[in-house]
């Protein structure tokens, strides 16, 4: 069974192939409307602490080092992943979030972890 995990800014509008649409941020995205928002599931807690989130502050430079924190908090967080993992292999999910910078973003290292975790299983 193929799982197709995608990672789209929340602003971005909403395609068919979207499939589940998924918040993985702890916070609200600035000047969107939850009536107009498109999202299917806000998993909050999946999102990295907001002590991690506040000590990043998207500094490119810190970027490897949150990466590194937010992986271990991911392994405390193992029922949260499942959820998403389940989801995945139920059909096409994307990973939604709100920071300017999508490649330094924390649903770029919970796309790599889901798509590592259902690689083993194939």
């Known amino acids: 069974m193929s799982c197709k995990i995608g990672v789209k800014r929340v602003y971005e509008p909403p395609a068919a192939a979207d499939g589940m649409r998924v918040l ?10 939850k009536d107009a928002a498109s999202i299917d599931l806000w998993l909050k807690e999946v ?7 506040k000590w990043y502050g998207h500094e490119p430079e810190r970027w490897p080092e ?6 271990a908090e991911l392994d ?4 949260d992943v499942e959820t998403l993992l389940r989801l995945a292999r139920e059909g096409p999910l ?3 979030y709100a920071a300017r910078d999508g490649e330094r973003s924390n649903a770029e290292v919970l796309w790599e972890r889901l798509e590592q975790r259902l690689a083993r299983r194939s």
């Open 24 to 33: 993985v941020d702890r916070l609200w995205p600035r000047g969107l409307r």
């Open 76 to 79: 405390e967080r193992q029922a």
């Open 66 to 71: 949150f990466r590194k924190r937010y992986e």
């Open 94 to 96: 994307t990973l939604l």
């Open 47 to 53: 999102a990295p602490s907001a002590a991690l989130r």
